[in-house]
């Protein structure tokens, strides 16, 4: 059996499909495409009624032209029809206003009796389709459109048309007014131009809102995704930020499963620390027992109780190290540590009057658990003291917001550089490495880096050896 | 001499126990914890053998019972679980020394040889202060009977300030005293030792004397110094 060292799982990014698309693109799209649809038909709508009421506007002008030609129109005594004088723009040769009284004959074409001065040789033309509907009812204004004799004869107008009776004339009279309608055109089209802006900015800011809507709208799901991030990297236990409440019953079961998972773990870690202590005494047994009856049956159940007694060391310690790398986000003041760690190897090493000098800042805290953090001073302060001549000197100090340092020294031997490689290298193949390896500063290495952390050799300023361990720390 | 073993294991109890026989010693044998309080309680013991996984009350709720009502003979340890927050636990709680199983028996043996030699060795008289009472052959202090949880530094500087208490002493004193010549400290870090010592001993045992140094006193109300 070999327990293997958990290791953080890498995400597993959700595949791409339909159904995973974002929900924020989601949300904004449907909100876009509506209000951008019904801005749309607002602007038609709007453009389309500016026409028509510009429209009649120009239509009730050229009506009054076409009521004051007719009423200004008479039969002389000759039974020549007179003309209104209208001044303005209709004695200017192509000013734009253009008037017309001109007979017309049964099935024929109208032929001018009298015309504007603006109209100049020109005649104003009427379409057959009107003449028709002019004939069908004598006496109602009809309007049009056609062209005018400036600018080649492309001018746009806009005409009414009346076929009416004159007193002292048998035959009905037809009278045209005509307008310009460039202006009125231009009007249409700059309203179109102006409403189709306005929409655009109105639906650039609408889809904007919309976008700061969904965003604000779904943040506590953001903050949420990156509080989960926290635990996952072992810098929170649970989700403790308070969620609206269409999340927190989602929060609630995560926090249920975090919990599981946790008392799984614990439930894990104390089984297989409870086999392997219940060997121990066994073991115990069987060596002794050895020992006391000399030959070659015992020699051998002592070469394998001793290799059973690593290997329970061994798992012990894989167990231990799997159970840590889930990262339960608690603290721990270093302070109170070093002082019970310092004192208990002063009373295991009190036969060579072992003093231990420490330093710690009271507000120093280790992001990690209790345990852990005994066990990596408690192993690299008891490697210091086993190889110290009286002093071992232990500071912990801050090195930034995240981490901290653990620098443990001594005054005995040290041990020269090629040795401390090795032994650092020993750190690194842990995992293949055979149980029982000797120093302590093996685990310490395998933990620290459980923790993300680091452990560095190096020779101490009292002559032995420097440990400096460098470990996460929590805020204050 | 007469040692105590406190082992709830058959095997393993009877090979220890004809072990410390071989050895020579008059040995007594408890397999759970409350016939262990007793007879560590009642019986002079010159030592004792404590495993800390034991039926009834745990080892190291025994040996806490043991050192409250001033049993005073050295103590190893046995135990299962290597942890350091046990190791913590049992010195806490009064051990002397502790043994991790398995372990050999000339091991044991030999720690327990060298537990009762020490034990023997100083006869130095406590010293009290009010309620402060420090046993040097013990190198242990306590307040009211209630055990205290000092390092060493912080034991010299106790034991130090214990022996001329009434008096004041300086900074440079303390520094000379605590540290050999080639550990060189700062004085300044005296005040940490005492800020610490304060935190564990109550804070108005120990007076500043500003400009001059500290002076350890019995609170108002206890016995004078003698």
Not at chain 1, 390 to 408: C, F, I, K, M, Y
Not at chain 2, 103 to 113: G, K, S, V
Not at chain 2, 167 to 172: D, E, F, K, L
């Amino acid at each position: 059996m070999r327990l293997s060292l958990r290791r953080t799982p890498a995400i597993a990014k959700a595949a791409p499909g339909f159904g995973s698309r974002s929900l924020v693109a989601r949300l904004i799209a449907l909100a876009s495409i509506w209000s951008l649809l019904l801005l749309a038909a607002i602007g038609i709508a709007l453009t389309a009624f500016f026409h028509h009421a510009a429209t009649s506007r120009f239509n009730y002008d050229l009506t009054v032209l076409a009521n004051d030609l007719y009423a200004g129109a008479g039969v002389d005594a000759g039974g020549q029809i007179t003309a209104p004088s209208l001044g303005g723009d209709f004695r200017r040769a192509y000013s734009g206003a253009y008037w017309q009284i001109a007979d017309l004959p049964k099935g024929g074409r109208p032929i001018a009796i009298a015309r504007s001065r603006s109209l100049w040789d020109q005649v104003l033309n009427v379409a057959p389709p009107t003449l028709a509907m002019l004939q069908a009812k004598p006496g109602q204004l009809f309007y049009y459109d056609t062209l005018g004799p400036a600018q080649d004869g492309r001018e746009p107008l806009r005409a009414s048309a009346l076929l009416a009776f004159l007193p002292g004339h048998a035959a009905p009279v037809l009278f045209v007014a005509a307008q310009n309608r460039a202006a009125l055109d231009r009007d249409v089209r700059r309203f179109g131009w102006a409403t189709a802006a306005a929409m655009a900015i109105l639906g650039v800011g609408l889809v904007g809102v919309v976008f700061i809507q969904v965003r604000v709208g779904l943040n506590p799901l953001f903050a949420m995704g990156r509080e989960i991030a926290e635990v996952r990297k072992g810098r929170a236990q649970r989700l403790t930020r308070p969620y609206p409440s269409e999340l927190a019953p989602l929060a609630n079961e995560l926090n249920a499963l975090l919990d599981h998972n946790q008392e799984v773990v614990e439930r894990q870690r104390t089984h297989v620390g409870n086999l392997a202590h219940a060997l121990k005494t066994p073991i115990s047994v069987l060596l002794t027992e050895a020992v006391r009856t000399p030959g070659p049956l015992s020699e051998m159940v002592t070469r394998q109780a001793e290799t059973m007694r690593h290997q329970v060391e061994h798992h012990l310690r894989r167990a231990r190290a799997a159970a840590r790398s889930q990262g339960s986000g608690e603290r721990t003041p270093v302070a109170e540590v070093l002082d019970e760690i310092v004192r208990t190897l002063e009373r295991i090493f009190r036969a060579r009057e072992v003093m231990i000098d420490w330093e710690a800042g009271e507000d120093l805290l280790f992001l990690g658990e209790r345990q852990d953090l005994q066990e990596l001073a408690g192993n690299v302060l008891e490697n210091a003291c086993k190889f110290c001549r009286s002093r071992v000197r232990a500071e912990a100090e801050p090195l930034s917001a995240t981490r901290w340092r653990l620098t443990v020294e001594d005054d005995g031997p040290g041990l020269p550089p090629d040795q401390r490689l090795a032994m650092l290298k020993r750190g690194e193949r842990l995992d293949e490495n055979a149980p029982g390896s000797g120093l302590g500063l093996s685990i310490v290495d395998e933990l620290a880096r459980a923790y993300g952390g680091s452990l560095t050799l190096s020779e101490s300023r009292f002559g032995g050896l420097r440990v400096d361990l460098e470990l996460p720390r929590a805020e204050t | 001499m007469r040692v105590l073993l406190v082992e709830d294991d058959p095997d393993l109890s009877r090979q220890l126990k004809q072990a410390l026989a071989d050895a020579g010693y008059a040995v007594d044998y408890a397999p759970d914890g409350e016939e262990a309080q007793f007879l560590g309680e009642t019986e002079p013991y010159d030592a004792v053998v404590l495993d800390l996984g034991l039926p009834k009350t745990d080892g190291v709720t025994v040996l806490e019972r043991w050192r409250k009502g001033g049993m005073a003979a050295p103590v190893l340890i046995l135990t299962a679980r290597g942890a350091w927050s046990e190791k913590v636990a049992g010195f806490d709680a009064g051990a002397d020394d502790y043994l991790t199983k398995p372990f050999h028996t000339e091991e044991l043996l030999a720690r327990l040889r060298a537990l009762m030699r020490r034990a023997a060795g100083h006869a130095q008289a406590a010293l009290e202060c009010g309620a402060l009472r420090l046993d040097p052959r013990a190198a242990r202090a306590a307040v009211d009977g209630e055990p205290l949880r000092l390092t060493s530094l912080e034991y010299r500087l106790l034991h130090y300030l214990m022996m001329h208490q009434g008096r004041v002493i300086s900074r440079t004193e303390l520094v000379e005293h605590l540290y050999d010549q080639d550990f060189d400290r700062d004085s300044n870090t005296i005040e940490v030792f005492v800020g610490r010592l304060r935190k564990k001993i109550g804070p108005d045992r120990i007076e500043t004397v500003r400009g001059l140094g500290y002076r350890l006193l019995p609170l108002a109300g206890e016995a004078p110094a003698v």
